[in-house]
């Protein structure tokens, strides 16, 4: 649990603010950043059901990110660290 820990909330969610948030939702807003964000993680993990959350995830996000981009990055951080805390809990993989 560990290694996903800093893996998912140290590294990944850090990485996504920087290059999500800070390049690609600058150049194409909120709306258009989120559907590719979704698109990319059912690209990913083939789980196409997780898309429409992952797409209103990023526009809460988006919605922070405006007013702080740290509390955005200690909300991804905090997501990220509960699906995998609740993923070990119950023996499901969240991500």
Known sequence: MALELAALAGAVAPAEEIVWGRAVER?????TTAALFATKHVVI???WRRAGGLFLFWVGLGL???????LAL????????????LGHITGRDLF
């Open 45 to 47: 993990d083939g789980r």
């Open 74 to 85: 200690g909300l991804h951080v905090s997501a990220n660290a509960s699906g995998v805390v």
């Open 64 to 70: 922070v990110r405006r007013r702080s981009p740290m």
């Open 27 to 31: 150049s194409l807003g909120i709306g």
